[in-house]
Nanobody, 128 residues
Framework: QVQLVESGGGSMQAGGSLRLSCAAS????????MAWFRQAPGKEREGVAT????????AYADSVKGRFTISRDNAKSTLYLQMNSLKAEDTAMYYC?????????????????????WGQGTQVTVPS
């Protein structure tokens, strides 16, 4: 059984930074794509960033390009999301996901919420 546990969320003023972590345990394989998603109240779940197995390929939502950076440490089975220059519109529950099950072949396609395993989420709040 795969478990994903997010941490690092909280409240941060606009312009500040937060670093989210997602610790994976169980039968997780370093060959799997992983991703971060977010969901604000009343909105659909949105793909934020995705990363290939070795970390050489990444893709980001247009809304976070240049501000967020996804990375992974396979030795520690941990996924990260460095979030800089936070804005009020970044307020959401953030989820990590592993094992892409969709049919897309591009890195950008892996921003769709077609993943087998999901964490419980960590809340990020940026007061306006």
């Amino acid at each position: 059984q795969v478990q994903l546990v997010e941490s690092g969320g909280g409240s941060m003023q606009a312009g500040g930074s937060l670093r989210l972590s997602c610790a994976a345990s169980g039968s997780i394989d370093s060959t799997y794509f992983m991703a971060w998603f977010r969901q604000a109240p009343g909105k659909e779940r949105e793909g934020v960033a995705t990363i290939s197995t070795g970390g050489s390929r990444t893709a980001y939502a247009d809304s976070v390009k240049g501000r967020f950076t996804i990375s992974r440490d396979n030795a520690k089975s941990t996924l990260y999301l460095q979030m800089n220059s936070l804005k009020a519109e970044d307020t959401a529950m953030y989820y990590c996901a592993a094992v892409y099950t969709g049919g897309g072949y591009t890195t950008e396609a892996r921003l769709s919420p077609s993943y087998k395993h999901w964490g419980q989420g960590t809340q990020v709040t940026v007061p306006s």
